[in-house]
């Protein structure tokens, strides 16, 4: 009779378990048949005895995908004086659960361990728990000894029925809630990749041609994609989203892919100015062309002019050479200003992978600036400070460009050749109301611009401009860009 359940067949078997992070399993239940009197007994309170010869609850884990491994049940179960027996085994369990893996490496996990009886009802038997949550998540965090990927956080136990065809029973879910510890992936993933992409922007400054900038961005191409296959083993491949590591990883890739695109195109750009160069650069033959299509080399003129009509001739034949260098002066011309114009495309898409500030290399004489002007009545529209193109003696011109529809303003200044000499404002919806100019003693010159007017402010001999502002009124209008540009000296 000890193989059949230790009570009446209407009474209900209370089962007491509790579950720790270690795999313990602590499975207790009353058993009244085997409680005896201890000072009957010599004070034996309790007794040791084979497993096998008494009565256990078939209690199971709903989640468990295979306990062969690792399993160490004990051959024995302890009762106690007062009609208890209690069953311990240490168990190392598989177990399914189901991963939000949207914030990896960051994320917080919850996996259930569910326990249930296989042959009782909730009628004949129930599950309860011995401690409270806060007393086994202290617990198993003291004896959980393994430093690994996982931190426990808690332990938490809801008591529910569960419905089947044949029978109601009774379950014990054990909610555990584990965060990764995110330090391992920062260190040998994210951080590389972003590193990737600081050298790929960092490679626009390499004084280096074309095609040493492209092997090196196709490195970094080749790096990324070796830390991409490595994610991919690391995540499952059943997300029902993708986890956010994955979309920093594609747009950095993107970002790297872009930048290749952009350096062959710069690459193009310039070859074909280079090309444009060669060929304006060809030099061209001094020669005399004569009434009769004869060519005489103007270095070897006729040692003597034997009569009028070959001095005449002669000097019809300069004239033409003259008309044909001029030709052949604006033929190179165009070509160089053709020349040019592919290499300040270039030169300016080179400047698109870092859209913030201003843009502005050595030598170069072109560059950006972003303004956003807001709806306040009176505020600046643009300032600037220490450009060196603004100090040269040069010919300045500044353009607003976005603008729809507006009117030009002109502003000429005076110069020994140490500041500004002429610059040129047109101005979208925007409404330029004064200019204000600091130099480099520390004074402040402001200067009114009547509406269609043209104005203008004269510099003293030396003095040298060092932030110059327009000031106006803004209607809310995005600009997208300011331009200077500097002409050669007259």
């Known amino acids: 009779m000890t193989h059949m359940r230790p009570l009446s067949w209407s009474p209900v078997t209370r089962v007491y378990v509790d579950l720790y992070v270690t795999s313990i399993i602590e499975v207790a239940w009353a058993n009244s048949n085997e409680a005896w009197n201890v000072e009957e007994f010599c004070g034996m309170k309790t007794l040791a005895a084979p497993k096998d010869m008494f009565w ?41 659960c189901k991963m939000d893996l949207y ?28 401690y409270g949550s806060e007393w086994l998540t202290l617990e198993s965090k003291q004896t959980f000894q393994a430093q690994g990927e996982w931190e426990l956080l808690s332990i938490n136990m809801i008591n529910c029925n569960a419905t089947f065809i044949w029978a109601v029973k009774n379950q014990l879910i054990y909610q555990i809630t584990i965060k990764r510890r995110p330090l391992l992936y920062l260190i040998n993933f994210m951080l590389p990749i972003f590193f990737f992409l600081v050298l790929d922007v960092t490679s626009f400054f390499i004084d280096a041609n074309e095609a ?22 690391t995540l499952p491949s059943t997300a029902d989203k993708i986890p956010l590591i994955g979309v920093y990883c594609s747009v950095i890739f993107s970002l790297i892919g872009i930048s290749i695109l952009e350096t062959i195109l710069v690459n193009f750009l310039m070859v074909r100015a280079a090309e444009r160069r060669s060929v304006a650069s060809v030099e061209t033959t001094s020669a005399v062309t004569g009434r009769d299509d004869s060519v005489r080399d103007l270095q070897c003129p006729p040692d003597s002019v034997r009569d009028q009509n070959e001095e005449q ?77 603004l100090m040269a003696s040069k010919s300045t011109t500044l353009q607003l460009i976005g603008g729809n529809e507006g009117e030009w303003f002109s502003f000429t200044g005076k110069s020994n050749g140490a500041c500004l000499h002429r610059m040129w404002v047109w101005v979208g919806p925007l409404q330029v109301k004064a200019v204000r100019v600091w130099l480099s003693d520390g004074r402040c010159k402001t200067f009114g611009v009547p ?9 003293k001999p030396g003095e040298r401009i060092t932030t110059l502002s327009l000031w106006g009124n803004g209607n809310g209008t995005r600009l997208g860009g300011i331009r200077f540009k500097t002409d050669k000296e007259r």
């Open 313 to 389: 001739s002669s000097t019809l034949g300069l004239l033409k050479q003259i008309l044909s260098e001029c030709r052949a002066a604006t033929q190179q011309n165009q070509r160089e200003k053709t020349s040019l114009c592919w290499t300040r495309v270039a030169r300016i898409i080179n400047l698109i992978p870092a859209p913030f500030g201003a843009q502005f290399n050595p030598g170069q004489t072109d560059v950006t600036f972003c303004l956003l002007p807001n709806k306040l009545l009176l505020r600046r529209l643009f300032s600037v400070r220490s450009y060196p193109n």
């Open 103 to 130: 914030r990896f490496p960051f994320d917080i996990q919850r996996c259930n361990l569910t326990l249930q009886s296989s042959a009782h009802s909730v009628q004949e038997l129930t599950i309860n728990t011995l």
């Open 56 to 96: 256990t609850p078939d209690i199971g884990i709903v989640e468990s995908i295979k306990t062969e491994f690792g399993t160490k049940e004990s051959p024995y179960v302890q009762l106690i004086s007062y009609g208890f027996t209690v069953s311990s085994d240490v168990l190392t369990l598989t177990t399914a």
């Open 212 to 233: 040493d900038k492209l092997s090196f961005k196709v490195t970094l191409l080749l790096s990324i994609s070796v830390m991409l296959l490595i994610l991919n083993m």
């Open 451 to 459: 509406a269609g007017e043209h104005t203008e402010f004269n510099f």
